[in-house]
């Protein structure tokens, strides 16, 4: 398995930007496909993104489609996930996972992070 540590979650105004990093640990962290989900207060964790192990694909949730953005650095470990636009529903503790397959349900995923929290206060 591989440890993930997420960063680079705040407290933005809607409109605003935030760029999530997930930092992996282990030398197998290009094999592995990532993915985005978050989890807001008294709601089911919701996908919302992932990619490829080689960045070939990217997927994302509807709700994120045209404002966020995946992308990974195999050399650095890490797993980006760009966030424009910012609006009040997607306040959430963001966390990244890492699995065999980029798919958009959780069980796909083995690994995960503790999570970062992003606030986008209405």
């Known amino acids: 398995q591989v440890q993930l540590v997420e960063s680079g979650g705040g407290l933005v105004q809607a409109g605003d930007s935030l760029r999530l990093s997930c930092a992996a640990s282990?030398?197998?962290?290009?094999?592995?496909?990532m993915g985005w989900f978050r989890q807001a207060p008294g709601k089911e964790r919701e996908f919302v993104g992932a990619?490829?192990?080689?960045?070939?694909?990217?997927y994302y949730a509807d709700s994120v489609k045209g404002r966020f953005t995946i992308s990974r650095d195999n050399a650095k470990n890490t797993v980006y996930l760009q966030m424009n636009s910012l609006k009040p529903e997607d306040t959430a503790v963001y966390l990244c996972?890492?699995?065999?397959?980029?798919?958009?349900?959780?069980?796909?995923?083995?690994?995960w992070g503790q999570g970062t929290q992003v606030t986008v206060p209405s």
């Open positions: 996972a890492a699995g065999l397959r980029a798919r958009s349900t959780a069980d796909a995923y083995a690994s």
């Open positions: 282990g030398r197998t962290f290009s094999s592995y496909a």
């Open positions: 990619i490829t192990s080689n960045s070939a694909v990217t």
